[in-house]
């Protein structure tokens, strides 16, 4: 555990720890009484109240969208059912500019609707919750959905043979044991919405502002550094108890829950009601999931011949030093070096976790969730401050990229990979030491050749999240360096139609890179016992 525990404590910790030294204790004394101020700013809490009340907008928005599609995927078997659950999952793992982008060119000016029928949403609330819902809708189907299919069917129907209604078997049996998970992906939701920045960025305009997005502003454009430091704590806060809420939900499905082999338990459609469900999922996907991007990768072959393509590969010598294509090879360069640092420290604190128990283990895993809630523009930021001196002077270094990028990754990592490793009998490593293996032997020999395609799993999305990290890589990546995210971010802030028809463009083949990641992913589907739900990273009772 010492590994992971050093990489946090100076990549993530020290940094946040930085940025808020530097916001409160500026000439050296602690200004604790800037909190208070901060708060009672009238601007301040319209951010707080916005923030909470569209995070909660957009996760009941999304069960109400997303529950009918979990049972869909859960209990009904029919053609294309693995490549559909791949693609209502490709919005999750695009990074939330590529989002942005998608829904400016379906809302936006110049988009579709506007086109169809003058009508524009970009800077409403409206475009950023249906956002929300597109990117989150495959974290409900998948935690919920991964629970449902293992939930015994043989227990609803024994209480219809007692002479329950559908709706009372429903009611008494399904619905309780569902509620753990269904409050899970609740509460994952919320996380999400709540720190959002991406989506926030590109559609709320100067209107909407979360406190991702403020603390932003505070920090690149007003350069106040202790507001920035305040809202920074409100949000670790926040995120904090969220986190607590989450685990006590998961250590509840875990005492509680026996499953069955999720493949015993899907059925083709029957009866009306069921194939109009199917029909209305199977519509909802399309509108949904595959309209928005369906128009992004329309927009970016708007110009003949392929011309924002073409555009990409000349610098203009202003927001770019190189050619806007360039980002393409700096984002897989970086994201196969922020892979490889979090499978290393993500497997050594999935091991460390899985053998380990009590109130200290429970903390780190606690721990590790924390990068995908705290601010990631504090992350980055902090970077620059607290990484500019020996013996770690990292400022020029290209590797600060990479290392933001881990830090993201590193979740998902432990997350995969953690079920596989509880699931292996500890008998097995304790005969191998017996028969004199070394550690590393054991690890070799007994471990790995079981986590293997868990591993294989961990590092496809690994490569998905930092290929797509936006808030820390924003301040970190440098102008004859830029990434993916940040290119397509930098486009959208200058104004014309190449500029736009660009955006749409990288934007395009960023969605291209991170959809065949997630192919890649399905062809290595674990059996359902052990596996991540299809895809999006949970434990054995649907945890992501």
Same mark, same amino acid.
């Given at each position: 555990?010492?590994?992971?525990?050093?990489?946090?404590?100076?990549?993530?910790?020290?940094?946040?720890?930085?940025?808020?030294?530097?916001? @409160?204790?500026?000439?050296?004394?602690? +200004?604790?009484?800037?909190?208070?101020?901060?708060?009672? +700013?009238?601007?301040?809490?319209?951010?707080?109240?916005?923030?909470?009340?569209?995070?909660?907008?957009?996760?009941? @928005?999304?069960?109400?969208?997303?529950?009918?599609?979990?049972?869909?995927?859960? *209990?009904?078997?029919?053609?294309?059912?693995?490549?559909?659950?791949?693609?209502? !999952?490709?919005?999750?793992?695009?990074?939330?500019?590529?989002?942005?982008?998608?829904?400016?060119? @379906?809302?936006?000016?110049?988009?579709?609707?506007?086109?169809?029928?003058?009508?524009?949403?970009?800077?409403?609330?409206?475009?950023?919750?249906?956002?929300?819902?597109?990117?989150?809708?495959?974290?409900?189907? +998948?935690?919920?959905?991964?629970?449902?299919?293992?939930?015994?069917?043989?227990?609803?129907?024994?209480?219809?043979?007692?002479?329950?209604?559908?709706?009372?078997?429903?009611?008494?049996?399904?619905?309780?044991?569902?509620?753990?998970?269904?409050?899970?992906?609740?509460?994952?939701?919320?996380?999400? !919405?709540?720190?959002?920045?991406?989506?926030?960025?590109?559609?709320?305009?100067? !209107?909407?502002?979360?406190?991702?997005?403020?603390?932003?502003?505070?920090?690149?454009?007003?350069?106040?550094?202790? !507001?920035?430091?305040?809202?920074?704590?409100?949000?670790?806060?926040?995120?904090?108890?969220?986190?607590?809420?989450?685990?006590?939900?998961?250590?509840?499905?875990?005492?509680?829950?026996?499953?069955?082999?999720?493949?015993?338990?899907?059925?083709?459609?029957?009866?009306?009601?069921?194939?109009?469900?199917?029909?209305?999922?199977?519509?909802?996907?399309?509108?949904?999931?595959?309209?928005?991007?369906?128009?992004?990768?329309?927009?970016?072959?708007?110009?003949?011949?392929?011309?924002?393509? *073409?555009?990409?590969?000349?610098?203009?010598?202003?927001?770019?030093?190189?050619?806007?294509?360039?980002?393409?090879?700096?984002?897989?360069?970086?994201?196969?070096?922020?892979?490889?640092?979090?499978?290393?420290?993500?497997?050594?604190?999935?091991?460390?976790?899985?053998?380990?128990?009590?109130?200290?283990?429970?903390?780190?895993?606690?721990?590790?969730?924390?990068?995908?809630?705290?601010?990631?523009?504090?992350?980055?930021?902090?970077?620059?401050?607290? @990484?500019?001196?020996?013996?770690?002077?990292?400022?020029?270094?290209?590797?600060?990229?990479?290392?933001?990028?881990?830090?993201?990754?590193?979740?998902?990592?432990?997350?995969?990979?953690?079920?596989?490793?509880?699931?292996?009998?500890?008998?097995?490593?304790?005969?191998?030491?017996?028969?004199?293996?070394?550690?590393?032997?054991?690890? *070799?020999?007994?471990?790995?050749?079981?986590?293997? *395609?868990?591993?294989?799993?961990?590092?496809?999305?690994?490569?998905?999240?930092?290929?797509?990290?936006?808030?820390?890589?924003?301040?970190?990546?440098?102008?004859?360096?830029?990434?993916?995210?940040?290119?397509?971010?930098?486009?959208?802030?200058?104004?014309?139609?190449?500029?736009?028809?660009?955006?749409?463009?990288?934007?395009?083949?960023?969605?291209?890179?991170?959809?065949?990641?997630?192919?890649?992913?399905?062809?290595?589907?674990?059996?359902?016992?052990?596996?991540?739900?299809?895809?999006?990273?949970?434990?054995?009772?649907?945890?992501?």
């Amino acid at each position: 555990m010492a590994g992971p525990v050093a990489f946090f404590a100076v990549f993530f910790a020290w940094p946040v720890a930085a940025i808020v030294a530097r916001g @409160l204790k500026p000439d050296g004394a602690w +200004r604790l009484g800037r909190i208070a101020d901060v708060v009672a +700013r009238s601007d301040i809490r319209h951010v707080l109240w916005f923030t909470t009340w569209q995070a909660l907008a957009s996760t009941a @928005l999304t069960l109400l969208v997303a529950l009918p599609g979990a049972y869909v995927f859960a *209990r009904l078997d029919f053609p294309g059912k693995r490549v559909l659950r791949a693609v209502v !999952t490709v919005p999750f793992v695009l990074p939330t500019v590529v989002v942005g982008t998608a829904f400016l060119a @379906l809302v936006g000016r110049g988009g579709l609707l506007d086109d169809l029928w003058g009508v524009r949403l970009d800077t409403t609330v409206w475009a950023i919750l249906l956002a929300h819902v597109f990117f989150n809708y495959a974290v409900v189907v +998948r935690t919920v959905g991964g629970l449902w299919s293992g939930l015994d069917p043989r227990q609803e129907e024994a209480a219809r043979m007692l002479g329950a209604s559908p709706l009372t078997a429903w009611r008494t049996v399904t619905r309780p044991a569902l509620a753990p998970a269904v409050a899970a992906a609740a509460l994952m939701v919320f996380l999400f !919405t709540f720190t959002s920045f991406g989506v926030v960025q590109i559609l709320g305009g100067p !209107t909407f502002a979360t406190l991702e997005v403020e603390i932003y502003r505070e920090t690149s454009q007003i350069f106040d550094l202790s !507001t920035a430091a305040v809202l920074t704590l409100v949000q670790f806060a926040a995120v904090g108890v969220i986190l607590a809420v989450h685990a006590w939900t998961v250590r509840r499905r875990e005492s509680t829950l026996r499953l069955v082999d999720a493949s015993l338990t899907a059925r083709r459609p029957r009866g009306a009601g069921q194939w109009a469900l199917l029909g209305g999922v199977l519509a909802t996907v399309a509108v949904l999931v595959l309209l928005p991007l369906g128009v992004l990768v329309q927009r970016s072959l708007a110009a003949p011949g392929l011309g924002y393509y *073409r555009a990409l590969t000349r610098a203009d010598g202003g927001t770019f030093l190189v050619a806007p294509i360039a980002a393409v090879g700096n984002s897989l360069r970086y994201a196969v070096v922020a892979t490889a640092i979090a499978v290393l420290i993500g497997s050594l604190a999935a091991a460390a976790l899985a053998r380990g128990a009590g109130r200290i283990v429970r903390g780190f895993d606690a721990l590790l969730m924390l990068p995908l809630g705290v601010s990631a523009v504090t992350v980055g930021f902090g970077f620059l401050i607290a @990484l500019d001196k020996p013996p770690l002077d990292l400022r020029q270094s290209w590797i600060l990229v990479p290392l933001a990028q881990a830090l993201v990754g590193v979740p998902f990592v432990v997350r995969t990979m953690l079920p596989v490793l509880r699931a292996v009998d500890g008998r097995l490593r304790e005969a191998a030491a017996v028969l004199g293996a070394s550690p590393w032997r054991v690890w *070799r020999e007994v471990d790995l050749p079981l986590v293997r *395609r868990a591993l294989l799993i961990a590092a496809g999305f690994a490569f998905a999240v930092s290929l797509g990290e936006f808030g820390a890589t924003v301040f970190i990546a440098r102008p004859d360096n830029p990434t993916l995210p940040v290119a397509v971010a930098r486009l959208l802030g200058r104004p014309g139609d190449l500029n736009y028809g660009q955006a749409m463009a990288l934007s395009t083949i960023l969605m291209v890179v991170c959809a065949v990641s997630l192919l890649v992913l399905e062809r290595l589907h674990l059996p359902s016992r052990t596996e991540a739900t299809g895809g999006i990273p949970v434990d054995r009772t649907g945890e992501f």
